[in-house]
């Protein structure tokens, strides 16, 4: 049982050049959901899929494309990259029994715009 | 507008010693309240939670308090351990919603 897997580890980017950032899930929930994490900001939500064949924007989805394959994929798209989008990226999945809100998180996308 | 809001960036406790991470929210509609415990180069993992039905919740060493008057929580670890030292993300969600808006994050360092 992996949890939640994401690829890349690492990737640097030029400028306008564009990448996926893949996320698996095996614990079988019906959330995905994509941050990113910057110095001093926490967490901040980019897109979220509250079920297979939906997706939400969150907080900060300007230049952020999302796909939800199916119930255990959830990808991220940045089709032009720029340096603001320098950051850490973080997928989470959550199966919300009623009174839970628990997300789990995959290890990051370490990602690098020059 | 920060609605979750982790005012100490940073904290440095002996160990063996409590250890009080602060976390403030301005959004009455929260009603449910997690701390994530995150190690360098990993994802934030879940440490405990704490519904707005309750004002405290203990797991082992570690102790949430919600006041909801002051729309303020706490997470109180007891006896510190070096392998505590991390960032400390305080996060909330409002009722019937899975979003959770998470706080900037406090890293703890404990000394031996």
């Known amino acids: 049982n992996a949890g939640v897997t994401q690829t890349p580890k690492f990737q640097v980017l030029k400028t306008g050049q564009s990448m996926t950032l893949q996320c698996a899930q095996d614990?079988?929930?019906?959330?995905m959901y994509w941050y990113r994490q910057d110095p001093g900001m926490g967490l901040r939500l980019i897109y979220y899929?509250?079920?297979?064949?939906?997706?939400d924007k969150g907080e900060v989805p300007n230049g952020y494309n999302v796909s939800r394959l199916n119930k255990r994929e959830f990808s991220l798209r940045l089709e032009s990259a720029a340096p603001s989008q320098t950051s850490v990226y973080f997928c989470?999945?959550?199966?919300?029994?009623?009174?839970?809100?628990?997300?789990?998180f995959g290890p990051g996308t370490r990602l690098t715009v020059t | 507008d920060q609605q979750v809001k982790q005012n100490s960036p940073s904290l440095s406790v002996q160990e063996g010693r409590i250890s009080i991470l602060n976390c403030d929210y301005t959004?009455?509609?929260?009603?449910?309240f997690l701390w994530y415990k995150k190690y360098p180069a990993e994802g934030p993992t879940f440490l405990i939670s704490?519904?707005?039905?309750?004002d405290k919740n203990e797991d082992g060493r570690f102790t949430v308090f919600l006041n909801k008057s002051a729309k303020h929580l706490s997470l109180h670890i007891v006896p510190s351990q070096p392998g505590d030292s991390a960032v400390y993300f305080c996060?909330?969600?409002?009722?019937?919603?899975?979003?959770?808006?998470f706080g900037a994050g406090t890293i703890l360092r404990v000394k031996s």
């Open positions: 704490i519904s707005s039905i309750k």
């Open positions: 959004n009455s509609m929260f009603d449910y």
């Open positions: 996060a909330a969600s409002a009722r019937y919603g899975n979003k959770l808006v």
């Open positions: 899929s509250a079920s297979e064949g939906t997706t």
């Open positions: 614990m079988n929930h019906n959330s």
């Open positions: 989470a999945s959550s199966d919300e029994p009623r009174g839970s809100y628990e997300q789990y």
